[in-house]
Nanobody, 125 residues
Framework: VQLQASGGGLVQAGGSLRLSCAAS????????MGWFRQAPGKEREFVAA???????YYAEFVKGRFTISRDNAKNTVYLQMNGLKPEDTAVYYC????????????????????WGQGTQVTVSS
């Protein structure tokens, strides 16, 4: 399986972006999927995750602003980002937990086995 993240770019504070993570090679409909981000000089951090059964988790700092979703027919996971702030500037990565229908959704990067290449999001003030 390969993950391809896209949709990043430069946006002004308060703006919106929609990130996509397209999986190829096999279906990820039975896998938990996550979005993480990494700013320069900082560790990779959890943003949002969606289980194979569409249970959703968010980091506190994105609640009410970001929405994660999945379209199994398109084998794609999305991250709709509204109300962007300069502190949201980072490289955003999508990731897949390869365990089939794992019951626990992790917020730790180490729990995810497959990673996309990352897409840069830059929010100007």
């Amino acid at each position: 399986v390969q993950l391809q993240a896209s949709g990043g770019g430069l946006v002004q504070a308060g703006g919106s972006l929609r990130l996509s993570c397209a999986a190829s090679g096999r279906t990820v409909s039975n896998n938990n999927m996550g979005w993480f981000r990494q700013a320069p000089g900082k560790e990779r951090e959890f943003v949002a995750a969606i289980s194979w059964s569409s249970i959703i988790y968010y980091a506190e700092f994105v609640k009410g602003r970001f929405t994660i979703s999945r379209d199994n027919a398109k084998n794609t996971v999305y991250l709709q980002m509204n109300g962007l702030k300069p502190e949201d500037t980072a490289v955003y990565y999508c990731a897949a937990d390869v365990v089939w229908r794992r019951s626990v959704v992790s917020v730790q990067p180490i729990s995810y086995d497959l990673w996309g290449q990352g897409t840069q999001v830059t929010v100007s003030s």
